[in-house]
């Protein structure tokens, strides 16, 4: 007889009191619609301190993962693919607590995901009654234009704050750093040659609370994004930074020979200081790359995280 495919639902929850029962409840009946699917909805509560924790129902489909200090989203997401793995889910999916998305739309994830044989879908806003503010819209046009260059895949939305992955693609994912995931996710699928795809999602006003998106947004982002693609392709960006100063040391070395040569300057180099913070700079870059492609392959789990979701994962036998 065949099994029944597991699903994991993540939901992180932030000071949402006005919405997170509503959207459980809702979660807890798309069973019915989802009959064939095994559903666990993992709510991770990441330092709430408006008594969101104590709106989570008491519910066997329900797992909890209560911080009580704010970690942020990207540790949260993190959390839930760890939960996730723990109990080898064949489907991760992810979508906030905030109601702005239709919880019915992980009917769409799922169908194209394996149908289309995809590894990785995205949701792609569709905006229902919601405006989005200039500041959000053109960050947003930002990163899937980055997104799609760096990746080569037709992304129309890369942070849609709801997607879907297989088991193969639940495995590979690496998120660093706790501001935020959804860029490193696309990534890190990417990388590990996964196949990628979307399908549109409602999307609608929030009703209550505030987002965490800020103008800071758009920094850490950008940082988390460099360390992820230095974490996977050490030698590529070390390597290039590397070819960088040693041409221009070596570029400066030529001409200034040639000039020496032709009789218009009394030394062979005459920047040699300069010449030589280049070639250390270049040889400390290269050096980089080439441990970071030795160590990139150690599985370098963060224990502590481990450690404390296993005990989260205990602490739910005696809700």
């Not at 989203?73 to 992810?94: C, E």
Request: glycine share 6%.
């Amino acid at each position: 007889m065949k099994k029944n495919k597991k699903v994991f639902i993540i939901l992180p929850v932030k000071d949402e009191i006005g919405s997170i029962e509503k959207c459980i409840n809702n979660l807890i009946s798309i069973k019915k619609k989802l009959p064939r699917y095994l559903i666990k909805i993992v709510v991770i509560n990441d330092g709430s301190t408006d008594g969101s924790e104590k709106k989570i129902p008491k519910h066997n489909d329900i797992l909890l993962i209560n911080y009580i200090n704010n970690r942020g989203l990207g540790y949260a997401i993190r959390s839930g693919l760890m939960v996730a793995r723990k109990f080898n889910a064949d489907f991760f999916v992810k979508m906030d607590a905030d109601l702005q998305h239709d919880y019915l739309d992980i009917i769409s994830l799922l169908k194209t995901i394996e149908e289309q044989k995809l590894d990785l879908v995205y949701g792609r806003r569709v905006l229902i009654d919601y405006k989005m503010p200039i500041v959000r819209k053109l960050g947003n046009l930002f990163f899937t234009f980055l997104m799609k260059k760096l990746t080569g895949w037709n992304i129309n939305d890369s942070q849609p704050g709801m997607f879907a992955t297989n088991k193969k693609c639940l495995n590979c994912i690496k998120i660093y750093g706790n501001y935020n995931y959804t860029q490193q996710i696309l990534l890190s699928a990417r990388i590990n040659h996964m196949t990628f795809g979307s399908v549109d999602i409602k999307f609608k006003k929030r009703q209550k609370g505030n987002s965490f998106v800020s103008l800071k947004y758009i920094y850490k982002v950008l940082g988390q994004i460099l360390i992820l693609l230095m974490a996977y392709k050490p030698l590529r960006i070390f390597g290039s930074l590397a070819f960088v100063f040693l041409f221009t040391a070596f570029t400066i070395i030529t001409i200034q020979s040639i000039d020496w040569i032709l009789g218009n300057s009394s030394k062979v180099v005459q920047n040699v200081n300069l010449v030589l913070g280049l070639i250390s700079i270049g040889g400390y870059s290269l050096i980089a790359g080439l441990l970071g492609e030795l160590f990139k392959n150690i599985n370098n789990k963060d224990d502590a995280q481990e450690y404390e979701i296993d005990e989260q994962i205990k602490n739910n036998e005696k809700r």
